[in-house]
């Protein structure tokens, strides 16, 4: 495996639903990040582990949650989601903020 | 006021001809800046990275940079059909923060 893989590819899920995505990345980098991207509005960073510390955006929900056990490894697990979530959720990784990669993304449906 | 703006198109070229991208940022202070081009159903790849004002080439992309005016620019010379693409400006601001444009959907036309 190389870059950043990003799993499930497609998620459908009932409002009621707790589910996670998983990211993992091959790079070495020391920071990883969520992103959703909505249509017609710019990507949206959710949220930040650098180094072990975790910044977030504020303006984001608390039925998404984080979660960074070592460098390589990114969950954002969901519970209680809303329609509004339905979005493609991105997971890049960077050394220093230099350099970023994407995952491939999942494409998150909320029902 | 957004942190990155761009023109979100539809911007058409026909094949051969160069496309000319564009983007505007708030913070003065930002100094890294970056071209990513993202095709339908896919994740953000990067393409350029600027740091220094003036032009950067890489192939058959040029970075433009103009920190006096806050602007950003990417040419791509002899578009080509796969060069159809979302392109995001991003902007790495004084505050060590990332912050994307909306990007700006072109399509080459062959």
């Known amino acids: 495996e190389t870059g950043v893989t990003q799993t499930p590819r497609h998620l459908v899920m009932g409002m009621t639903n707790k589910k996670s995505l998983k990211c993992e990345q091959h790079?070495?980098?020391?920071?990883m990040y969520w992103y959703k991207q909505s249509a017609k509005k710019p990507l949206e960073l959710m949220f930040v582990?650098?180094?072990?510390?975790?910044?977030e955006n504020n303006s984001v929900p608390s039925r998404f949650s984080p979660e960074c056990p070592n460098s390589s490894h990114l969950f954002l697990h969901l519970h209680t989601l809303q329609p509004e979530d339905s979005a493609l959720y991105l997971c890049?990784?960077?050394?220093?903020?230099?350099?970023?990669?994407f995952g491939s993304g999942t494409r998150l449906t909320v029902v | 006021q957004k942190e990155v703006e761009q023109n979100s198109g539809p911007l058409s070229v026909p094949e051969g001809a160069i496309a000319s991208l564009n983007c505007t940022y708030s913070?003065?202070?930002?100094?890294?800046f970056f071209w990513y081009r993202q095709y339908s159903g896919k994740s953000p790849e990067l393409i350029m990275s600027?740091?220094?004002?003036g032009d950067k080439e890489d192939g058959r992309f040029t970075a433009q940079l103009n920190k006096a005016s806050q602007y950003v620019s990417l040419l791509i010379r002899d578009s080509q059909p796969s060069d159809s693409a979302t392109y995001l400006c991003?902007?790495?601001?004084?505050?060590?923060?990332?912050?994307f444009g909306t990007g700006t959907s072109l399509t080459v036309i062959p």
């Open positions: 890049a990784s960077s050394q220093d903020g230099y350099g970023y990669t």
């Open positions: 790079l070495g980098h020391n920071a």
């Open positions: 582990y650098s180094l072990e510390e975790r910044v």
């Open positions: 913070d003065r202070g930002s100094q890294s």
């Open positions: 600027i740091y220094s004002n």
């Open positions: 991003a902007v790495k601001n004084t505050g060590n923060q990332f912050y």
